[in-house]
């Protein structure tokens, strides 16, 4: 599903994400894991055409989309929520959806306010499709409550529909269950398994080891930027370089 060969990010003269190859297969869960500034983020931007890579290559699906925009890779079939998600507080749910889709999916601010026609079509797709992804996170009954009379939870679930709602095959969950409940996080988890019983392959950065631990099936271990592990649970949870990086962060 997704193959990335010696990706390199560099950021002034850090190395961001250094030399890093590794295969994230179909309908898994594939999680990232690492100390702070290990290189997570940066990595799940360039997957996402968000930043472009000082080296490497990227194959979503053998389709080579290393220097491709993030609208573009978006329409391929990556979805995303990012760390600190930017939800609209004074608009519902639904509105954050079909505002969310758009923004997305096109290029520009101007292509999201011109070309009203087009628009008005689309409007009524991203709708559908917001209605679906909101379905599916189970928020039906709160698609017109404002986000800012949302929970973290409900909020975290409008995020991970607003990476459904572009049609994915791929969805990339940065620190989904940060900031909520074990309880919360649990329901989280369920829904990311649930992902994949639909035919989605998740990859997701997670702190919570617990959760990761139940419900990954392949996790890749950045430190300072380099892969320094890669493997099941299991196998990352006893390897002494894992152990190491954690001890000395
Ligand atoms: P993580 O998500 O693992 O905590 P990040 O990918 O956010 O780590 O950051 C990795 C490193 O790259 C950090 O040292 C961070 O300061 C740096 N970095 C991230 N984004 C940028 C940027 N846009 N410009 C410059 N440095 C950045
Ligand atoms: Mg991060």
Redesign the pocket.
């Known amino acids: 599903m997704l193959k990335v060969e010696h990706l390199t990010k560099m950021?002034?003269g850090?190395a961001?994400?250094n030399d890093v190859s590794v295969e994230f297969g179909a309908n898994q869960i594939n999680a990232i894991i690492?100390?702070?500034?290990?290189?997570?983020?940066?990595?799940f931007?360039l997957i996402s055409g968000v930043?472009q890579p000082t080296s490497g290559r990227i194959l979503l699906d053998g389709t080579d989309v290393t220097t491709m925009r993030c609208d573009h890779v978006a329409r391929l079939g990556v979805g995303r929520t990012f760390?600190t998600t930017n939800l609209f507080e004074t608009a519902t749910v639904l509105d954050n959806l079909i505002v969310g889709h758009r923004l997305r999916t096109h290029s520009g601010l101007w292509d999201v306010l011109i070309n009203s026609k087009r628009l008005q079509a689309e409007e009524k797709a991203a709708r559908e499709k917001a209605r679906e992804a909101l379905d599916f996170v189970g928020l039906t009954h709160a698609e017109n409550r404002y986000i800012a009379d949302c929970t973290q939870e409900e909020r975290k679930r409008v995020a991970f529909a607003l990476a459904l709602a572009t049609d994915p095959k791929i969805v990339l969950l940065?620190e989904p269950a940060a900031g909520v409940n074990p309880e919360e996080t649990e329901g989280l988890a369920e829904l990311m398994k649930k992902m994949v019983k639909n035919g989605l392959t998740v990859c997701l950065?997670e702190h919570k080891m617990d959760m990761i631990m139940g419900i990954a099936d392949k996790i890749m271990v950045?430190d300072h930027?380099e892969k320094i592990a890669e493997g099941t649970p299991e196998e990352v949870k006893n390897n002494p370089v894992v152990i190491e990086a954690y001890l000395g962060s």
């Open positions: 950021f002034g850090l961001a994400v690492g100390p702070n500034g290990a290189g997570k983020s940066t990595f931007n930043h760390q940065d950065i950045l930027g």
